[in-house]
């Protein structure tokens, strides 16, 4: 029996990916105003996108996170990973 079929949280879990992939995360993988400026749920999401490829063998919920990450985040993160809490101009914890 494939996930689809006998579990239903993996599939709510997956109508949720498909869902914030198109609402929160732009074609060009900007945020866009549904995700929402609390960047720390915001990566807690791409991460979870990760897991949920993961666990599905969908290796395009995971190619797809890896470029969130990589532009979405950016101006709030740095090199190592560490990214502000919100989305705002102020230095430091935000």
Known sequence: MGWNQ???????AHRFAQQILGDCFGEDRQLMTAAGTHIHSITGTV????ELGLLLDQKEFIDRAKL?????????????????????????RG
């Not at 991460?47 to 990760?50: A, E, H, M, N, R």
């Not at 979405?72 to 740095?78: A, C, N, Q, S």
């Open 68 to 92: 969130i990450f990589d532009v979405g985040p950016l101006p709030y993160r740095t090199q190592a990973g560490w990214v502000k809490e919100s989305l705002n101009a102020k230095p430091g």
């Open 6 to 12: 006998g579990a239903p949280a993996l599939k709510v």
């Open 47 to 50: 991460s979870s996108l990760v």
